[in-house]
């Protein structure tokens, strides 16, 4: 115990005599230590945002597209050939085991007033079905119900940036806004989801029964018909059962032949983002890969600082063995000298790292996830870092013959 105490302070006052050497000798484990957990702070919060995307969109899920138009050889997309109905979603939601539940959408952009505020946003038209397949829930109030779909209800529930906008921070439930002119009564406010990974604002949207949109605010070309459906499968487990099982209804209904093609789309959505989950890993980990490079530059720089540093200290390592020494002694100094450099360099590098990533989340609006498994991770492999780099060093300064280090000038 002595002796590591007696060679710890040999090796700190050695590096206490080269501060400017030791310092530039460290800059390189600082800012690769820095580099890797900015990194993997930055890979895990875009992780964790779309981590909160899937949450934010509900689980189990498939949405099935209308038909795309066709105009002078051009297709427009899905969704602009009205193909799907009302009498499809109840079919979908009584004849398919593997469904849960089914909502229909039909959408269109208006401006809204309260007063003397007004605000342009988007409406969607829909049941109350939308809400336990998306899991969202309401802040204040309650959701509009079946027989409001029933009966065309002018009735309405806000988004929370909607309702900010329009009430200025008063309640917005029981009060009556006017969307396009018409009436609507506010049932309730959603609770806030954020934004998608597109940067789109979730909560700048208002949802209306669907029948009382087709009807009282946007029409549709042919009574019934919906822009797509939103369906939740009974687990995840079942959600290509549920797809097939959409596939071959449709088709019968809409009596499309064998060698015809659909007429509607019908897409996984959870498999989507899961795939871009997937993908910000991947990404995560070869962000913290090319960072880990510079601590490997950082190491060479230690190894060759060491080299000098046994190279201009010769005579002071031929004293040493002549008084006693053990060779262990010599390779203890030096590793020792190289691990506290990389554990300096490792400490203010997580500092410098963590400032990094606060700075980054305030200002690219990232949620920035700075994890104690990076830190220690960083913080290990810098002190690894040392004693490999530290190591020949080290065993080049225990094999000198001490006649030859006493004579060394």
């Not at 002796?3 to 000798?25: D, E, F, P, W, Y």
């Not at 802040?139 to 009735?155: C, H």
């Not at 009974?234 to 959600?239: G, I, P, T």
């Not at 609006?365 to 220690?376: E, G, Q, T, W």
């Given at each position: 115990?002595i002796?590591?105490?007696?060679?710890?302070?040999?090796?700190?006052?050695?590096?206490?005599?080269?501060?400017?050497?030791?310092?530039?000798?460290m800059?390189?484990?600082?800012?690769?230590?820095?580099?890797?957990?900015?990194?993997?702070?930055?890979?895990?919060?875009?992780?964790?945002?779309?981590?909160?995307?899937?949450?934010?969109?509900?689980?189990?899920?498939?949405i099935v597209?209308?038909g795309?138009?066709?105009?002078?050889?051009?297709?427009?997309?899905?969704?602009?050939?009205p193909?799907?109905?009302?009498?499809?979603?109840?079919?979908?939601?009584?004849?398919?085991?593997?469904?849960?539940?089914?909502?229909?959408?039909?959408?269109?952009?208006?401006?809204?007033?309260?007063?003397?505020?007004n605000?342009?946003t988007?409406?969607?038209?829909?049941?109350?079905?939308?809400?336990?397949?998306?899991?969202?829930?309401?802040?204040?109030?309650?959701?509009?119900?079946?027989?409001?779909?029933?009966?065309?209800?002018?009735?309405?529930?806000?988004?929370?940036?909607?309702?900010?906008e329009?009430?200025l921070?008063?309640?917005?439930?029981?009060?009556?806004?006017r969307?396009?002119?018409?009436?609507?009564?506010?049932?309730?406010?959603?609770?806030?989801?954020?934004?998608?990974?597109?940067?789109?604002?979730?909560?700048?949207?208002?949802?209306v029964?669907?029948?009382t949109?087709?009807?009282?605010?946007?029409g549709t070309?042919?009574?019934?018909?919906?822009?797509?459906?939103m369906?939740?499968a009974?687990?995840?487990?079942?959600?290509k059962?549920?797809?097939?099982?959409?596939?071959?209804?449709?088709?019968?209904?809409?009596?499309?032949?064998?060698?015809?093609?659909?007429?509607?789309?019908v897409?996984?959505?959870?498999?989507?983002?899961?795939f871009?989950?997937?993908?910000?890993?991947?990404?995560?980990?070869?962000?913290?890969?090319?960072?880990?490079i510079?601590?490997?530059?950082?190491?060479?720089?230690?190894?060759?600082?060491?080299?000098?540093s046994?190279?201009?200290r010769?005579?002071?390592?031929?004293?040493?063995?002549?008084?006693?020494?053990?060779?262990?002694?010599?390779?203890?100094?030096?590793?020792?000298?190289?691990?506290?450099?990389?554990?300096?360099?490792g400490?203010?590098?997580?500092?410098?790292?963590?400032?990094?990533?606060?700075?980054v989340?305030?200002?690219?609006?990232?949620?920035?996830?700075?994890?104690?498994?990076?830190?220690?991770?960083?913080?290990?492999?810098?002190?690894?870092?040392?004693v490999?780099?530290?190591?020949?060093?080290?065993?080049?300064?225990?094999?000198?013959?001490?006649i030859?280090?006493?004579?060394?000038?």
């Open positions: 115990m002796n590591l105490l007696v060679t710890l302070k040999i090796a700190l006052r050695a590096l206490q005599a080269n501060k400017m050497r030791s310092g530039l000798t800059l390189g484990i600082i800012i690769g230590v820095a580099a890797v957990i900015a990194m993997l702070a930055i890979g895990t919060g875009a992780s964790k945002k779309v981590s909160q995307e899937i949450t934010s969109m509900g689980s189990n899920l498939l597209f209308s795309a138009t066709s105009s002078g050889g051009a297709r427009m997309g899905s969704g602009t050939d193909t799907l109905s009302l009498e499809d979603v109840e079919a979908i939601k009584n004849e398919c085991p593997a469904v849960i539940d089914v909502a229909p959408m039909h959408s269109g952009s208006a401006q809204v007033i309260y007063g003397n505020q605000w342009s988007l409406i969607w038209g829909t049941t109350p079905s939308v809400l336990y397949i998306n899991a969202w829930e309401l802040s204040a109030g309650r959701p509009f119900t079946d027989q409001d779909v029933n009966y065309a209800n002018k009735v309405c529930l806000l988004g929370k940036t909607v309702a900010d329009l009430f921070g008063l309640d917005p439930v029981g009060k009556i806004i969307i396009k002119k018409v009436p609507f009564k506010v049932m309730g406010v959603l609770r806030r989801k954020g934004q998608t990974l597109t940067g789109q604002d979730q909560d700048d949207v208002i949802y029964p669907i029948t949109a087709q009807k009282k605010l946007f070309a042919i009574p019934g018909m919906v822009r797509f459906m369906v939740k009974q687990s995840v487990h079942v959600l059962d549920a797809e097939i099982q959409i596939q071959e209804l449709l088709r019968q209904r809409h009596r499309i032949g064998a060698n015809q093609d659909d007429d509607f789309t897409k996984n959505l959870t498999q989507m983002l899961e871009a989950l997937n993908l910000t890993k991947i990404m995560t980990l070869l962000l913290g890969a090319i960072a880990s510079s601590l490997l530059v950082g190491g060479i720089g230690i190894m060759n600082i060491m080299l000098v046994v190279t201009e010769t005579r002071e390592i031929g004293i040493r063995i002549a008084v006693g020494a053990k060779t262990w002694d010599i390779r203890f100094q030096f590793i020792i000298e190289a691990v506290t450099l990389s554990l300096i360099g400490f203010i590098g997580t500092l410098i790292g963590e400032a990094g990533s606060i700075t989340a305030r200002f690219a609006d990232l949620p920035v996830v700075v994890s104690p498994l990076a830190i220690i991770l960083a913080f290990g492999f810098s002190a690894g870092v040392g490999f780099f530290g190591f020949y060093p080290a065993y080049k300064a225990s094999l000198l013959n001490p030859d280090a006493l004579r060394y000038e």
